[in-house]
């Protein structure tokens, strides 16, 4: 089981910054990847950026150039720094695992951009 605590969402005026944390109950060395996916009201849930064990990254078409996925192996944390927030980023952000075949979720923590 690995579980997932994310932390740092909250209110932000458009242009603004915030930076999601996401703690994991096991070491990421162990886990094959992680991302942050978020879910709008009424949309579907969609991925917002992954980083692999390797270090390798994907985004988003949406936010690439304004986010940025890192993790920190020690604090078997991973990190998701937004900025140049916009309306339409605000959503539930939820953290996610993959471990071979299987997927962890965070609780989730939410994001509103709006002045």
């Known amino acids: 089981q690995v579980q997932l605590v994310e932390s740092g969402g909250g209110l932000v005026q458009p242009g603004g910054s915030l930076k999601l944390s996401c703690a994991a109950s096991v070491s990421i060395f162990s886990v094959n990847a992680m991302g942050w996916y978020r879910q709008a009201p009424g949309k579907q849930r969609e991925l917002v950026a992954s980083?692999?064990?390797?270090?390798?990254?994907n985004y988003a078409d949406s936010v690439k150039g304004r986010f940025t996925i890192s993790r920190d192996n020690a604090e078997n944390t991973v990190y998701l720094q937004m900025n140049s927030l916009k309306p339409e980023d605000t959503a539930v952000y939820y953290c996610?695992?993959?471990?071979?075949?299987?997927?962890?979720w965070g609780q989730g923590t939410q994001v509103t951009v709006s002045s």
């Open positions: 996610n695992a993959r471990r071979v075949l299987n997927y962890y």
């Open positions: 980083i692999t064990s390797g270090g390798s990254t």
